[in-house]
């Protein structure tokens, strides 16, 4: 496995674009890696992703993650970072579907009390509070018992939303500003 993994990594480093999907996912997936520690192994290569490797190599990481909330700080530096090709961080027809939003819409996140209380709420949200109800009060992961999860509904500006991700969870990304 190093061998290939040493070879991805020239090829990222000489050949740019020349490295597919697959070869990416080799950085996160395989042996060793595991929905812990995935994103972190994301981390100690993107600073050799450039355009679309970065947000789709991203976005696989962060999709297939668990406890991400200690990565909450670095996941909104990344997303808010200068970098070519951010359509790559999603689908074409979640694209379609996050610019036909209405301008001013409600989302929705389950948490803990703690992160609300705290102000420094992570950037997962979705469209539907069915769904952050569920993360709240019934999902198995959930930091904390039900008696100690709620739910934060915002109005927002559909144009300060970052992505949609058109899967069952009708997931929406968004940094949450503290003045809200």
Request: aromatic letters at 14%.
């Amino acid at each position: 496995m190093k061998n290939k993994e040493s070879i991805a990594l020239q090829m990222l480093k000489n050949k740019g674009r020349e490295i597919n999907k697959e070869q990416l996912l080799h950085f996160i997936f395989g042996p060793g890696k595991d929905t812990y520690n995935r994103f972190r192994h994301f981390l100690e290569v993107q600073h050799l992703l450039k355009g679309w490797q970065f947000w789709y190599l991203f976005r696989q990481a962060y999709e297939n993650s668990d406890g991400l909330f200690i990565y909450r700080q670095k996941i909104k530096e990344l997303l808010q970072k200068n970098e070519p090709e951010k359509e790559f961080l999603m689908e074409p027809e979640e694209l379609e579907f996050l610019t036909s939003l209405d301008p001013i819409e409600a989302i929705y996140r389950g948490m803990s009390k703690l992160e609300k209380e705290s102000g420094d709420i992570g950037v997962s949200w979705t469209l539907s509070r069915q769904h952050a109800e569920f993360f709240a009060f019934e999902y198995h992961r959930a930091p904390f018992p039900p008696d100690r999860m709620t739910v934060m509904t915002l109005n927002v500006n559909a144009s300060d939303i970052i992505a949609y991700f058109g899967d069952s969870e009708e997931e929406v990304i968004y940094i949450h500003n503290k003045q809200e």
